[in-house]
């Protein structure tokens, strides 16, 4: 069975300061890598996800993700962040096929993210 | 903007009640899911429905009872919840041969 580890579980960042939380995940097979964003009192909203080719992914917001196969890390890093970056940051992995279109997705424990203006 | 859409967004029931909620989208995926997410934890899986047909059960206790009366269509029937159930449940889908599940807005319930 696929896990997923999130090393921070609480980030304190100052506004423009650059971010990179770890993920890593455990599974030996053909892995989709996903990390999701949910706001203070909102849904899960997909910010990025990686399949296959370029192992660098550009999602929405100025966040992107490293996949580094060796290393079985999946990394999210922004540039410069802001108080709008303020949210909780859940990577995830679906590895199993359920079979008949579903997937088994698998989340970390999550990263809080705060943003000090 | 999620197409996944659940309703009612926040309910209050009390442990003798019974309710449901209701889930739809319109994206022709034919995977649907409940997940129950508490307060600063990842989502956990409880069903899954695949081509209207149960394939997942997460070992949930049975006052919580699904039913997919069709495609676009995810239901959650509650009966005789306790308090530790009150949290988000999320609702989401998937396309065959797709990889990306989406996630409704989910309905937040206090059970007291």
């Known amino acids: 069975a696929q896990s997923v580890s999130q090393h921070n579980h609480h980030v304190i960042l100052s506004e423009a300061a650059s971010l990179e939380l770890g993920c890593n995940y455990s599974y030996g097979g053909t892995v989709n890598l996903f990390w999701y964003v949910q706001y203070p009192g909102q849904h899960l909203q997909l910010l990025l996800k990686?399949?296959?080719?370029?192992?660098l992914v550009k999602g929405i917001k100025g966040f992107e993700a490293e996949f580094i196969k060796s290393k079985f890390s999946f990394n999210l890093r922004k540039p410069s962040v802001q108080w709008s970056d303020t949210a909780e940051y859940f990577c995830?992995?679906?590895?199993?096929?359920?079979?008949?279109?579903?997937?088994?997705?698998?989340f970390g424990k999550g990263t809080k993210l705060s943003v000090i203006p | 903007d999620t197409e996944v859409t659940q309703t009612p967004k926040h309910l209050v029931m009390g442990m003798t009640n019974k309710k449901s909620l209701k889930c739809e989208q319109h994206?022709?995926?034919?995977?649907m899911y409940w997940y129950k997410q508490k307060a600063k934890k990842p989502p956990e899986l409880m069903f899954v429905?695949?081509?209207?047909?149960?394939?997942i059960n997460e070992s949930v206790p049975s006052r919580f009872s699904p039913e997919c009366p069709n495609s676009s269509l995810l239901n959650l029937h509650l009966h005789a919840l306790q308090p530790e159930d009150s949290a988000l449940y999320l609702c989401a889908s998937s396309q065959d041969g797709g990889n990306t599940i989406y996630f409704g807005e989910g309905s937040w319930l206090t059970v007291v």
């Open positions: 990686y399949f296959s080719g370029d192992p």
């Open positions: 994206m022709g995926h034919r995977a």
């Open positions: 995830a992995v679906n590895a199993a096929y359920s079979g008949a279109g579903s997937y088994q997705l698998t």
């Open positions: 429905y695949s081509y209207e047909k149960l394939s």
